[in-house]
C-alpha cells in the first residue's frame, strides 16, 4: 500500500462526511451501549466487593444462627470459656431513613474493641474526629457516611430513631453503611439479646482446620459455622445471571451497529466501484484494495470506538443508577456513588468495536478486491449478484436457525442459550433479504392499483436489494429485539399479576410495621394471632414466619405456614399431585420447594432436602413444586406443625385474614385496627396495597431493560437514516432525471416515502415473528435458565401494532433528509457531475 | 537474417461470453502480431469485441483458449498477481472517459504509477511534472480532477498512462468524449508522446480519420481480425 493509494481511498469518505458521520455514529451508538452497560455492571460489581470486603474484613469463619441469629451469650463463651481472642461480635440489618424511606441503611454492630484486627476502622473513619468513647457510651452515637448531615433519622415500624455523628465514613461504597456499638445496633434492629453473627480469625493450615472442627462438634444444633466467602459468592452468582441478561441486551445492540457497519462500508464500496476499477487498471493489486478497505474500515472503527468510548462513559454513569436499582431492589443494600471506569471495560468495548468493525467489513472488502480491473462492475452487476446469492442466504439462514435451535435444544446452561439466541438472530437476519424480494412480489397488485409512484417505489426495493435488504435487516433486527424482549417483559408481568392474585387472596394482611422495611425479625404476639382468630366477621386465618437458611452457602427462605384452605389455592403446584402433596404438607414431615430452587438443585417431587434446624439437620420429603417469582434464590413452603417442631421458641411473622361473606371489609380493617391496636402496632394492608406495591417494584427492576430497548431502536434508525442517506444520494442521477422528464420535487419526495414507509413496514412484518421467536427463547430457555423461572407467554397484540407503527415511523423519520436533499439539489447538477 | 519474433503475439485466441442461455463467441480463432514500437489503430462495429481484445492484451481478462504473448512474458501462462503486476509496470491504459481518480489531485495522479512501481526517486518525481508541463497541466498539479475540462482531464489520463515508460500504451476511444478541436489536440498529443516515448500502442477507434495516423489499421469484425490495406 502506498500512501498515494491511501490517499486515493481514504479522500472518498471525508468527501461524504455524511456518510462518514453515520458510519461512525453506529459503531459508537453500539460500542457505547455494550460498554455503558458493562461498566455499570463493573461498577456496582467492584462497590459490592469493596463493601464486602470492607464488612467481612479479616474474618476467616462465621458462627450463624437460627432466624433470630446467635444468643448473645455464645460470645462470651467463645470469648471466655474457649479462650478464643479473635473473636467479633456483629449485629446487622437494613433501615430505612425514615424521611426518605426509598433510601436503605445497612445498619453495623460492632464491638469496636474487638474489631481490631477484623476490620481496620482506620482506613474507613476519619481519625480526627472519630470519637471511640461517644460510639460506646451514647447510645445514639454512629460513624455515619461522608455524605450524611451530622445525624439521620431512622424508622423501624412506627419506630424513629435519630443518631448522631460520632464520625465519618469515607469512601463511596460505604455511602449506604452506618456503624453504630452492638447495643445500639440491637436496640435500633429490635434484636435485644442477640447478635446476627460471630466473626472469628481462625489460624491458617491444620491448626485452624482442626479448631473449626472442635468448634463445630461443640455446637448447638442450631449454630454453623461457616466461612464468609461462601455467602458472598452466592449472592454474586445471583446477581452474575442479571448483570448477562443485560450484557446479551448490550450485545444485540452490537448487533444492530454490526450490520450498521457493514452497510456503512458496504456501500462505500459500490459507491467507488469506478474508481477501484480504475486503480486495478492501473495495477493496484486485490490484496491491496482489501486491504485498504479494512485499513480504511478500521480508522472507522477507532473513531466510532473512540467516540462510542465517550458516549459510553455519559451512558453508564446513567445506566449505573438503574442497575444499583434493581439490585437494591433484588439482592442487596447497594451504593454505588462511585462510577467506576473498569480499564479492562474499556480494553473490551474497544476490541468489541474494532473487531466487529472489521467483521463487518470483511465481506465489502473482499467485494471490493473482487472488482474486476477497468469498468467492468455495473451496479445493475452488483444487484444481479445479489439476487443470484438469496438462494444461498435462504440455506446458510435456515442453516444458522437450524444450529441455534439444535444449541438450545442439546444444551442445558446459560452461555450456549445466548450463543443458540443470538444464531437465531443472525438466521432471521440472513433470511430478511429474501423475505423482503418476497414481500415485493406479494405487494405488486396493491403497489399496481396505486399507481406508478407506489409501483416504482415497490419496484425500487427490490431493484437495490444489496442496500435495502441490510436495512431492512438492521431494522428488523432492532425491532425484533423490541418485541422479543417487551413479550418477555410483559410476560413476566403478567405471570406475576397472576401468581400474586392468587398467592395474595385473603382480604387483609396485618404483619409489624418492620417487615415492610426488611426487619423480618420482628414477629406477631400471640394474643394478637388469637384476637385475630377470635374477631367477628373474621371468617379465616393463615400465619406465616419466614426465616432464612442456608443452602450450600446460599440464603434460601423457608416459609413456616399455617394456610387457611383458601390461601392453599393460592399455591400452583407444577410438580406433584396437589391433592397428595397437600396431604403430605399437612403433616409437617413434607415440605413445597419453590421452581427456582427445584431448577437449581435439579429437584422434583417425591425427592428429599437437608434442611439446618434448630434441632440440626434434617431431611424432609419434597411433596411438589411450586410456581413462585418471590425470591431467586428459592423458597421452601414448610407447614407451622414441622416448624414448631424442630425450631425453638415458633413465632407468627405476618398474619393473612379471609373476611366472612358479606362483610365489608374497610369496617372489618377499622374492627380490626381498634381490636389489635391496643395489643401490638400492627400494619394492615388489603391484598390491592401489596399488589400495587410488588408490581411497583417489578416495573423499577425493569426500567434498564426499557432503556436498553430504545437504544436498540435508536442505533437502528440511525442504521436506516445513514443506509437511505447513501441509496438515495447514489440514486441522484436517477432522481435528476424524472425530474428532467417532468416529475416534481414533492413527487420524488412521495416517491422515496412510500419506499421507505415500505422498507419500515417490511422490518416491522418481519420483526413480529422473529420478536415472537426472541421471546419464546427468552422466556422458555434464558429466564429459566438464569433464574429458573417458567413464566406464561403472552402476547399483547398493542405491542406489536406499536412496533410496526414505530418502524414504519422510523424509517419515515430517516428518509426526511434525503427527501430534503433531494428537493434542495438541481438536477441539472445531478446529471452533470455524474 | 533470421527475423526478430514480434513484440507481441496474439495466437489463436478463443473468448466467449455466455448470456442467459446463450454462447456468444466473440473471437473463435484470433492470431496477430505487432512490431516493438508499432501504432496500431483496432476499428470495429459496436460489440465486435474491440474493448474484449484491450482488454486481454492489459491482462485484465483472460482469453478461454490461445496465448497472449507481450515482449518475452506469455501473459497467458501467468497467475492474476502476476498479471497485475506485469500491467503495473508495463502497460499504460487511456479510456474514452478519462477515469481519473477523483480523490487524488492532478500530480498525485501522475505520480500514482510511479509510486506503484516504486519509482519514487526525487529525479523521477521531477521527470514526471516535466511531463505534467508538456502536457500544459504544470499550473494545476494541486487541482482535483472534478476542476478540469474534459481536454484537460484526458491530457492528464495521457500522462498517467505514460509516466512509468510502459512498453504498450492501450487507448480506448481516447477522443471520443471530446470535441473534435479538443480531440485533434488530444490525438497530437498522444502520437508526440508515444514516439517520444518510443512505445506501442494499440488504439481503439471509431473514426476513420484517427485510424489514418496510426502504422497499421486493423479492423475486428465476426471474429476475425482483418488489415486494411495503406
Known sequence: MTPLLWRALLRHPLRHPWQLGLAILGIALGVAVVLAVDLANASARRSFDLAMNRLTGHATHRLVGGPQGVPEAVYVQLRLERGLRQVAPVVTGTLPRADQPGQLFQILGIDPFAEAPFRDPAADVTGSNFDLRALLLRPDAALLPASLGEQVTLRRGEQRFTLQRAGTLNGPELDSLIITDISTAQTLLGHTGWLSHIDLILPEGTTGETLAAELRAGLPPELRLEQPAQRNQATVDLSAAFSLNLTAMSLLALVVGLFLIYNAISFSVVQRRALLGMLRALGVSRQELLLGILGEALLLGVAGTLLGGLLGLWLGSGLVHLVTRTINDLYYVLSVREFFIDPWSLAKGAALGLLATLVAAWLPAREAAAVPPGLALSRAHLESRWRAALPRLVLTGLALLGSGGVILGFSHALLPGFVGLFLLILGCALLTPPAVVGLVRFNRPLAARLGLLARMANRDVARHLSRTGIAVAALMVAFATTVGVGVMVDSFRGGVVIWINELLNADLYIAPPAIEDGGGSETVEPAALATLRETPGVAAVSTYRRLVVDLNGRPVQVMAVDLAPASRAGYHLISGDPATAWRAFQTGEAILISEPLAHRRGLRAGDALDLPTDRGLRRFAIAGVFLDYGSEHGRILLHRSGYERDWHEPTVGSMAAFAAPGENLATLRERLQDRLGPIQPLLIRSNRDIQSRTLEIFDRTFTITNVLRLLAILVAVVGVLSALLALHLERAREFAVLRATGMTAGEIGGLVSLQTGFMGAAAGLLALPTGLLLAAVLIFVINQRAFGWSLPFQVDPMLLLETLVLAIFAALLAGLYPIWRMARARPADALRTE | ?230
Open chain 2, 1 to 230: 537474417m533470421a527475423l526478430s519474433p514480434p513484440f507481441i503475439a496474439l495466437h489463436n485466441l478463443r473468448k466467449q461470453y455466455i448470456e442467459g442461455d446463450q454462447q456468444r463467441i466473440i473471437f473463435a480463432d484470433l492470431s496477430l502480431d505487432i512490431g516493438r514500437g508499432e501504432f496500431v489503430a483496432l476499428l470495429g462495429q459496436s460489440g465486435s469485441g474491440k474493448s474484449t481484445l484491450l482488454n486481454l492484451l492489459g491482462g485484465i481478462d483472460l482469453p478461454d483458449a490461445g496465448q497472449i504473448r507481450i515482449s518475452d512474458r506469455m501473459l497467458t501462462a501467468l497467475s492474476e498477481v502476476e498479471r497485475t503486476r506485469f500491467r503495473r509496470r508495463h502497460i499504460g491504459f487511456v479510456f474514452q472517459f478519462f477515469n481519473l481518480i477523483p480523490t487524488l489531485t492532478v500530480a498525485e495522479n501522475l505520480l500514482l504509477p510511479l509510486e506503484l512501481n516504486g519509482l519514487t526517486s526525487p529525479e523521477q518525481c521531477d521527470r514526471a511534472l516535466e511531463l505534467l508541463d508538456q502536457v500544459g497541466l504544470g499550473n494545476r498539479r494541486a487541482s482535483f480532477p472534478e476542476r478540469l475540462s474534459g481536454g484537460e482531464q484526458q491530457r492528464l489520463a495521457l500522462a498517467r498512462a505514460l509516466v512509468h515508460g510502459p512498453w504498450l500504451l492501450l487507448a480506448d476511444e481516447p477522443t471520443g468524449n471530446l470535441d473534435a478541436a479538443t480531440g485533434e489536440h488530444i490525438l497530437e498529443l498522444l502520437l508526440t508522446l508515444h514516439r517520444q516515448a518510443e512505445t506501442t500502442m494499440v488504439m481503439v477507434t471509431h473514426s476513420q480519420a484517427v485510424a489514418a495516423r496510426a502504422d497499421r489499421i486493423l479492423v475486428l469484425e465476426s471474429g476475425q481480425i482483418r488489415e486494411l490495406a495503406r
